[in-house]
């Protein structure tokens, strides 16, 4: 009897409040649950997406800059000191880790520069040093890579839920009217809809984020390669 008289109760109070806050507010407990679950998953999200983005600028305006002064035709010792020792991006990293290689060894009496395995040494620094920040920018990008797929299956279990939750208040009234049973199936697809609302802009951001990385990388692994050209043939000058 008391059953009956709660879900009466929710039928009533449902069917007059179909709103967002309304469908919300009148779910079971696990349907909100879910529904707060995926909300904080857009919230993040979200956060991570405006960090990539602006993330992705700076350090691409940043690498442009350095690449000027790389080519300018100025000294690269002047370079190291002023933005290699003490990097402020990734371009930057890369060059003071292969340049403070190449001068680690030049300062080694009797190293032979072109056969004392000065470029193997060079080489390696620059590979760890894109691999130690490719990894850093790519923080969180896995966040997006597991809410994309996962966030609608989140959704439909709340969905699910929710409808087998308006089932038993159906069989307690012993009424299949549409003004009971909408607003109980209202409440569970609202969790699919912000399942999908999280996973489509997590799984979209993922592919861009992960492309525009993906060619950053490229730019640091072939400035890498020219740097270390550039650093073997002032080692066979000085031999």
């Known amino acids: 009897m008391d059953r009956a008289v709660d879900a009466a109760n929710l039928g009533t109070a449902a069917a007059g409040d179909l709103s967002v806050w309304g469908l919300f507010i009148n779910a079971s407990p696990v349907v909100k649950l879910v529904m707060l679950g995926l909300l904080l998953c857009s919230i993040i999200v979200w956060a991570i997406i405006f960090d990539k983005i602006v993330t992705l600028r700076r350090i691409n305006k ?11 035709g ?15 991006h990734p371009l930057a990293a890369v060059f003071g880790a292969a340049m403070g290689e190449w001068r680690r060894s030049a300062r080694i009496p009797g190293v032979d520069l072109v056969r004392g395995g000065v470029k193997e040494r060079v080489d390696r620094a620059i590979m760890i040093t894109v691999t130690r920040e490719m990894d850093r920018l790519r923080r969180w990008v896995i966040f997006l ?19 087998m939750h308006s ?20 409440e569970a697809l609202f969790a699919t809809a912000i ?11 993922y592919n861009v984020v992960s492309n525009s990385l993906d060619l950053f990388q490229d730019r640091l692994e072939g400035f890498g390669t020219e740097f270390a050209a550039i650093l073997s043939r002032q080692s066979e000058e000085r031999g």
């Open 145 to 163: 890579a597991t809410v994309g797929p996962v966030a609608p299956f989140v959704g439909l279990f709340g969905t699910v839920w929710g409808i």
């Open 167 to 186: 089932f038993s208040a159906i069989a307690a009234l012993h009424n299949t009217n549409l003004s009971v049973v909408a607003p109980g199936i209202s």
């Open 74 to 88: 100025g000294s690269l010792d002047d370079l190291y000191e002023s933005d290699g020792a003490k990097p402020a």
């Open 195 to 205: 399942g999908l609302l999280t996973a489509v802009p997590a799984y979209v951001a």
């Open 62 to 72: 940043a690498a442009s800059a350095f690449e000027d002064r790389f080519w300018s």
